[in-house]
């Protein structure tokens, strides 16, 4: 019996998708919840990407060798709240992919105003995510000029 060349592409699509379930976009958090127990950050992934065009995930059930590949181009991953502990065990422990993945053109965005932990080392050199307390103002922008600032997704608080 000859296989048609469409049920072939469908089955291999299909193989594909069920290996990495992960978007060219994903939001990443911790299982203990939304940052604060809000959907904002959803909300702005589906402002940004499209609703259902990116790939909501966690840091503790993510496979981190079919996250950091080139197909992906977005990560956004949260460290607020209660999900510090988590990033810092994601960050160490999949520190080199990530270094790598970046260094290639992917686009990191981390976001942490932790509730629980300490200090949250990052993989890039000499950039700490410091907790508890704060050598500057942490709610104002040292660059208000800069494009994560200015548009096109407006408004945000400088």
């Not at 965005?109 to 995510?129: E, Y």
Request: charged share 5%; proline share 8%.
């Amino acid at each position: 019996m000859k296989l048609c060349p469409f049920f072939a592409a469908a089955a291999l699509l299909a193989c594909t998708l069920g290996l990495n379930a992960q978007t060219a976009n994903n939001y990443i958090y911790s299982n203990s919840g939304a940052p604060w127990g809000v959907n904002t950050n959803e909300s702005s992934m589906d402002t940004v990407f499209g609703v259902s065009l990116w790939s909501d995930l966690r840091y503790e059930t993510v496979n981190p060798a079919l996250l950091f590949v080139p197909a992906t181009r977005f990560i956004f991953m949260e460290g607020s709240d209660s999900s510090a502990i988590a990033l810092q065990a994601f960050l160490s422990a999949n520190s080199a992919a990530i270094s790598t993945w970046v260094n290639n053109g992917g686009r990191l965005f981390l976001n942490a105003a932790p509730n629980q932990g300490g200090s949250i080392t990052t993989p890039f050199a000499g950039s700490t995510i410091n907790y508890p307390g704060f050598s500057t103002d942490p709610t104002i922008a040292s660059n208000p000029l800069h494009p994560v600032f200015v548009g096109p997704f407006t408004p945000v608080a400088t």
